[in-house]
């Protein structure tokens, strides 16, 4: 039996056995997880979904967090003082190894689904607003409550190396200010995608944020 699953935006034939490398994925090496996106089955009988077929899933087993080819973006404007830039970016991925197949029980096998690396950045931000809220519900009754300050926002151009398009990319993900990102840990640089996040770049921040 085969299945194609879909995650990080592409498709893929799998079966048992398989070794497979996807787009990063929050989850440890060793660690199992479960593909609940199934698009078709094959075998003895083909099932396609629309768009997802029914209760099936495929689980596979992480065997390690790894860094794909190293890609070289090389540009040259002849016209504009021969200006030249190269930049290189290595895909974050992992590893997989396909365990099983399951055409149905998909919702009873208790297994953690399959969530890409910067989803669960995002999910985490998430579930920390609905405990804020439990907090605000045992306020007492005659106490108004207190508009949200709003996000603090800086300059971000103020930074090294760190011009209109970069700060764009800054803001895209969720850093508006000096203190953001000079809260930025090695992890939480790690699964930002969106952009490099250069270590001068949190040493300057630091000052900064200081005033």
Do not use: C
């Amino acid at each position: 039996m085969f299945a194609v699953i879909k995650t990080g935006g592409k498709q893929y034939r799998v079966q048992a056995g398989d070794i497979l490398r996807v787009e990063k994925l929050a989850a440890d090496a060793g660690e199992k997880v479960q593909f609940n996106d199934v698009l078709m089955l094959g075998g003895d009988k083909t099932v396609v979904g629309a768009p997802f077929v029914d209760d099936a899933a495929v689980q596979a087993e992480v065997v390690d967090q790894i860094k794909g080819e190293k890609v070289i973006n090389f540009v040259k404007r002849r016209r504009k003082h021969s200006s030249k830039r190269t930049r290189g970016h290595r895909q974050r991925l992992t590893l997989l190894r396909v365990t099983d197949i399951l055409p149905s029980g998909a919702g009873k096998s208790g297994m953690k689904a399959a969530v890409g690396g910067t989803a669960a950045v995002t999910g985490a931000a998430a579930a920390a607003k609905p405990a804020a809220k439990k907090t605000d519900a045992k306020a007492p009754a005659k106490a108004a409550p207190k508009p949200a300050a709003p996000a603090a926002t800086d300059d971000l151009k103020v930074l090294d190396g760190v011009g209109p398009a970069a700060e764009k990319k800054l803001r895209e993900a969720g850093l508006t200010s000096f203190a953001q990102i000079a809260a930025l840990s090695e992890n939480d640089i790690a699964a930002i995608e969106t952009i490099k996040i250069k270590p001068e770049w949190v040493e300057q921040a630091k000052e900064l944020a200081k005033g």
